[in-house]
């Protein structure tokens, strides 16, 4: 996974045989899903992928994470283990659970080989699951919600956000858990790079160039980075009808948002929310009152997109 070399060389190899009339899947409704981490990204990936009409990548692709057929024919890994992910959230994934690891294929890839490329990475992996629509969750995938679109015109793109303050905080937690991880067992800081998560922990890189909290062992440095990551989405992205930004308090607490998205994305059925669990902490840390306003003023101008979004019914 860190060896550009191979992972060229087996994509590739992969991609030999794809003839053009098979990159047809470019007019299907994929899914992106971004955000800033801690946003609840990850239980919302379960809840689509759960639908049973996405392929997304799985742990079963490691580690020939940009070729799916070659990954396909080594990996007969079939054992449903469990384990509990080190973020100590409580998610529970297995090795056939979707993960974020897409990531490399933008990380071994310039701008221009990403726009002939990624319509044949995305045709294999829907080849080996034998679905129709890709379903990514990735929270980089922000930055490139133009460039997908160019590719995929009728994707869907999912922008979820939380609290700021909550986020803040759990991100701030999530910094300090990995970097006592990763100051133990240097591999669990190689693997994190590999992926290109850098989200937190002793490889962690900030979104956006700090103004006044460059201290990342203070809550308010994660606090000035929500905002200026909404702050600046909200300016930059384009407005069209496939993006939804998507409030996971909404989620938890109003059932008309999940209905809404099964209807929206066309899924198949309202199936049970056990994911959507709020998980709001008490937070006694001193923070900066005025950044918390600005911070909320963006927050409740996407709670009004938000729930616009609801007038569909």
């Known amino acids: 996974m860190s060896n550009n070399f191979v992972k060229k060389i087996s994509f590739e190899f992969d991609n030999f045989f794809i003839k053009n009339k098979d990159l047809s899947i470019k007019n299907n409704q994929h899914v992106f899903i971004t955000g800033l ?10 809840f689509f992928y759960e639908q049973n009409i996405f392929a997304s990548l799985t742990y079963n692709d490691m580690p020939f994470i940009l070729a799916p057929k070659i990954s396909n024919f080594l990996n007969k890994n079939n054992i ?8 100590k959230d409580g998610i529970v994934y297995k090795y056939s659970s979707p993960e974020a690891l897409d990531e490399i294929f ?13 319509s044949k990475y995305i045709y294999q992996i829907l080849k080996k699951y034998k679905k129709s629509r890709y379903l990514s969750k990735n929270n980089y995938n922000y930055k490139r919600i133009n460039k997908i ?3 995929f015109p009728n994707s869907y793109f999912v922008i979820t956000y939380r609290n700021p303050l909550q986020q803040a905080y759990s991100l701030f937690n999530q910094h300090k858990n990995f970097i006592e991880m990763q100051t133990k067992d240097k591999f669990i800081l190689d693997y994190m790079n590999w992926l290109g998560h850098t989200e937190f922990g002793l490889g962690y890189k900030n979104w956006y160039k700090p103004i006044l909290y460059h201290n990342s062992m203070k809550i308010d440095h994660w606090l000035e980075q929500w ?48 994911y959507f669990i709020s998980n709001n902490k008490t937070i006694t840390s001193t923070f900066d009152k005025q950044l918390m306003v600005k911070s909320n003023e963006i927050y409740e101008k996407m709670q009004d997109s938000s729930k616009n979004i609801l007038n569909y019914f």
């Open 227 to 274: 905002y200026l990551f909404y702050s600046n989405l909200l300016k930059n992205i384009s407005n069209f009808d496939k993006l939804i930004l998507l409030s996971y308090e909404d989620l938890c607490d109003n059932v008309d948002t999940s209905i809404y998205l099964t209807k929206k994305l066309n899924l198949n059925t309202i199936l049970d929310r056990p």
């Open 149 to 151: 679109k160019s590719i």
């Open 80 to 87: 449903e283990k469990k384990f509990i992910r080190l973020h």
């Open 106 to 118: 933008w990380k071994t890839y310039n701008d221009e080989e990403v726009s002939d490329y990624l």
């Open 37 to 46: 981490a801690r946003s609840g990204t990850t239980a919302i990936l379960n």
